[in-house]
């Protein structure tokens, strides 16, 4: 394959793109950090985090240096680079954006004394950098691979070293994401337990032990897994488009050459570009002190969305000729707006109400309500994806669906940037909580996180949509590598596999779940045990030990992490040597359907029964202390694992899958033909 | 198609059993009612539940008028007739198993009092008519019309019409499901919300309002209900290795000619040679003295399946000379067994120990753990179905799968049995508590209500196991009905259709919950009136007003169970006349992956919070009162719709829209091609 010397335009981009990355990270250091005492609390928040990161990333290392033996033994030793450079750049986005995030929240806590706006503006920049970060390694990585294997022509065909990049970034992400998400919901869950119903002190109180522990969460769990996360998304998306787009000519008749290997990347370029000038409109528009957080973080969507759907316009007609591809990208952009809007309502809209409501007739009607609307919840966006998939398909065939989950990803710069601020407010507040600072500080950093709340929901739906999209291209490029005739589910091998697939997220999330469960009951016995021993603790004379807490959560989650990233691994070589290549695509559709239900259901759940709280605690139905108050609590912490562990770990789960069964097909068809 | 005379001895053996029927309850109605305060009780129940379903047939009457003048209209006057004995016979075998189970509640109160031996022989009695009932219509109704129609060539092909019966016994089950279900949670939670948890008095206590509407409860949702919903999986299961049977030629290569259509018939009537040996084992056994009750009810199931087992390797030798039948059926057999047990450690064993202790850090803990142990019960079952799918398939392409489900299914005359003794035996504990029987007589009562837990859990797992293979058979039906060349999951709209099916569930799922808790809301408004107001209740000297909330229950259901019911029926038209034929068929494959996966979890998550309760209750982790308790209440309310509502739906409803799918096709055909 000869490669054109524009393509060397998108592993620049990549580069001036992490330039800019570090000029926000500049920016967003030149804040004032504020007096000692929030200092201090940023510091140990700091701290915290980048220990417990430092040893998920041994942990992940370890076995990582067994899986890159195992591929250059089974495959070869170039997929084994790849695979490296995957997981590495996975690992820098997260740190980069999560050592940023935990020095800015400190920032942001002071600035609140200067107003809103100030403050908004310091978070808002710390969340940039993680949105930056992210997608220039996203296209730097991807095109540099794929520039470096055509032009040294190592393998016959450059395309297939890319699924090594791909289970590299699928890998990290869900040691990330599993890692972080128990650790952040058992430190959130065994704080809340103890701190807020037994003893009864207020949220992020500095007299709880775990009151530390919960914040590093936020971190490790929102920033640094929800960034490799997304990466994952980005990345898998954008090759699994790549190889389709090679093999365009087979599939739509007409032959792209070059031009269809390239299109994803010139979307992604367009995104890239879209979320850069969101991001500078959005802090011209905070400067004017004019415009609510709410209205600015929708307004950054909003601009990046448009102009990269104009930028893909211009693409389809000047470059390509063709407006198919604006047509496919188009209908997953705008799939994942609707789908967007969608979990907006139900997770701030009216549902949320009838949940706070029924929590007048006690705990077990409201956990009925809310189980009953997450259920709902799911349904319209499922529907929607269907029919953007066949949207995509008419417009383009295949390579159309895999254009639409590259248009959907492309704006991840800004809905990146937004996610990462949320835990950034979130961690303002809480420094301003421990740090007891005014009422008037506390009621702006808690506008901050309301702000973020709404779009952290909609970030999750972007990449829960987007899974769908990528998964099923990779699927497509697997059986088309493995020669499989026909998916046909009326043969049992493929319906056994769709069986089989639609159990394994719930398997996966059983394991999660009960790691939560299990590491919060550690750190709910030793908050008790701290209350009961440490005198003066009770009455803030003594602080607390936070880092016997933090050690517990960071013990639990390196403990627990490693055996469902490893059944997620070997899941398909389970199923190929067992029962065949039929089922195991069966069973990559199965965890196409179970686990975006799963996810969906999950992370509305949550986010709905979260909000629930939220509105009585402001007042509603009998607000704090009533019994639809105690009710509400029960369900927020029984939601929290869900949305932020379980169900976030989901996509991830059935990409990674899906990518290391077409990486491993060369494997397969060895020992199955 | 001709006819041998061999035929004939099907409806002649379906009428026998209907004699055994009637028989049987002779024998139960011989028992002696007791005295006149136990009469009263129990005449309160009967009178309740007959007038619910009244009610309910008279809803459900008059959307099958409408359904059958569309029957009419689109298709033949032939499949509105089969439609209407299909809804017909449904209706029949739950009015008269639920009749004899209100009667025999008061007779095993009675009996108790001659010891534990006494007790069960007339709980099962009593169990026995409707499983006889059920198996003796479904062999009858089949066999009979297939006979009509094959003698009378009204039609070109007798087995069309065939698919009418099966849509109108799915019509009654969902019908009685979901009122049944909305009926007996609401008032169940309803009941115990204020009566167990404000008010602080016994489960079934008679100064509760509820009571009576609790109890009618168990009979119209888990006799009439359960007994409705097995049936149409008995009948749609034969119904679709009937029509598969014929086309077997084409599949296997052999032409089995009238074999093939009267195999899946054979193998019922060796399972109804096979119940009724058990049933009359177990009476044997009983009348000893020397078994208990739960290894009497899991003897009937072994001797059942072992002379059914027999019966079918006998076909298979000399009727059929062909030992794949034996393969294929015993495939199911032993999945539906397996499963039975795996069921009951999940429900009862260790995990339930996990859920029990999780309960000491409080509800939420509780309820993250069962939601866990749900999910993971759900993912063994998932892997069994598929491999023995495969296992039939191997052994005789997509007639082993369906004829895997008649092997499933054949033994249904003894769960079924089983699982209307499980309410007999409850009622006949309330009934002992509210008349205020001796110690002694109650804790009977409560060994006999216990074994019906296990077994109740058993027969849930089973109904589950043959909608997987009930359901592939109809929607492979489907497929060759519509000529629909491939339904591979590559193609977009197959995979759309995936996704919308997967979704589908759930939305039905979400609106049964909320009408429980609706419905529920209201009955604890009703009872905190009645408490409030009725000078005296509390103290036990005024009685309360039963039939108040019978009234809203009723109302409750009746209302809110036509919108599934209808969304249920409505939805393949809409897929097909929006998406076309391929999106349906994708749209049955997730049915049947999500509902098969909802409905063991929620079924099993629902049992496991109930008999954490029980264990918690029964003096683990701090006994009645402690916090472990409190939560463990809480957590066997978010249960009790999801295993008794919910998830029972969900095997209707898989096998209700792929008999509409398949019934419809002549319809569809003329609308899409």
Chains 1, 2 share one sequence.
Not at 314 to 326: K, N, S, T, V
Not at 446 to 471: H, M, Q
């Amino acid at each position: 394959m000869s490669v054109s010397s524009i393509a060397f335009v998108f592993p620049i981009a990549g580069l001036l793109g992490l330039l800019l990355t570090f000029y926000f990270a500049r920016v967003t250091m030149s804040k004032e950090v504020g007096p000692p005492e929030i200092a201090k609390f940023s510091a140990f928040i700091q701290e915290g985090a980048a220990t417990f990161l430092r040893r998920e990333y041994r942990v992940m290392a370890i076995v990582a240096v067994f899986f890159a033996a195992f591929l250059v033994v089974t495959l070869n030793v170039y997929m084994m680079f790849t695979f490296l450079i995957g997981a590495g750049t996975s690992v820098l986005a997260g740190y980069i954006g999560m050592t940023i995030a935990t020095r800015t929240n400190g920032r942001t806590t002071f600035a609140a004394r200067n107003g809103l706006t100030h403050a908004f503006d310091v978070a808002f920049s710390g969340g940039t950098v993680l949105g930056m970060a992210a997608i220039s390694l996203g296209i730097l990585g991807v095109s540099s691979i794929y520039l470096f294997f055509s032009l040294m022509k190592l393998v016959p065909n450059p395309l297939t070293v890319l699924t090594g990049y791909s289970i590299g970034a699928s890998f990290a992400a869900i040691f990330a994401r599993i890692g972080g998400g128990i650790y952040t919901k058992a430190a959130d869950v065994g704080a809340d337990l103890v701190g807020k119903v037994e003893v009864g002190i207020p949220e992020d109180d500095p007299r709880n032990p775990a009151v530390i522990a919960d914040n590093v969460g936020d971190n490790v769990g929102d920033v640094a897994g929800m960034g490799a996360d997304t990466y994952q998304a980005y990345v898998d998306t954008s090759i699994a488009a790549l190889i389709l787009g090679a093999s365009a000519t087979s599939i739509s008749g007409t032959s792209l050459g070059e031009k269809g290997i390239l299109l994803p990347l010139w979307i992604l370029l367009a995104g890239m570009i879209g979320s850069v000038l969101a991001i500078v409109a959005v802090k011209a528009l905070t400067h004017t002190g004019k415009v609510g957080p709410e209205m600015l973080l929708r307004l950054g969507m909003v601009i990046s969305g448009g102009t990269t759907l104009l930028g893909v316009l211009l693409l389809a007609i000047f470059y390509l000729g063709d407006l198919r591809a604006f047509y496919a990208a188009s209908s997953g952009l705008i799939a994942g707006v609707v789908i967007g809007l969608i979990t907006d309502y139900f997770t701030s809209g009216r549902p949320v109400d009838a949940i706070a409501r029924s929590g007048e007739s006690g705990a077990a009607t409201l956990l009925i309500t809310g189980l009953a609307v997450g259920m709902q919840s799911a349904t319209l966006p499922m529907l929607i994806l269907g029919l953007s998939m066949i949207a995509a398909f008419r417009a383009w065939g295949i390579y159309g669906i895999a254009l639409s989950g590259v248009g959907l990803l492309s704006i991840l710069g800004i809905t990146l940037t937004m996610d990462a601020y949320g835990p950034i407010a979130d961690n303002a507040g809480g420094i301003a909580q421990m740090t007891r600072q005014h009422p008037s500080i506390r009621r702006i950093t808690d506008r901050l996180d309301a702000a973020g709340n709404t779009t952290a929901a909609i970030a999750k739906a972007f990449a829960v949509s987007a899974t769908a999209a990528a998964a099923l291209s990779l699927l497509t490029a697997y059986s088309e590598a493995t020669k499989v005739r026909s998916l046909d589910i009326r043969d049992a091998r493929v319906m056994a596999g769709l069986l089989i697939g639609g159990a394994f997220p719930a398997l996966v999330s059983s394991m999660t779940l009960k790691a939560v469960g299990r590491t919060a009951g550690l750190i709910v016995a030793e908050v008790r045990r701290q209350f009961k021993e440490i005198v003066g603790l009770r009455e803030g004379k003594v602080p607390p030990n936070y880092q016997r807490c933090i050690d517990i959560a960071t013990k639990g989650a390196l403990e627990q992490l490693v055996a469902p990233c490893l059944i997620a691994v070997a899941a398909p070589f389970v199923l190929v040597l067992s029962l065949g290549c039929e089922a195991l695509a069966g069973f990559l559709g199965g965890n196409i359907v179970s686990g975006i239900f799963l996810a969906i259901f999950m992370a509305n759940a949550g986010g709905a029964w979260d909000n629930a709280k939220k509105r009585i605690e402001a007042g509603a139905y009998g607000g704090k202390g009533s019994l639809a108050h105690l009710a509400s609590v029960v369900g927020d912490t029984v939601g929290d694992p869900l949305k932020d562990t379980a169900g976030p770990t989901l996509n991830i789960l059935v990409e990674l899958v899906a990518a290391v069964s077409l990486a491993f097909v060369p494997l397969f068809l060895r020992f199955v033909h």
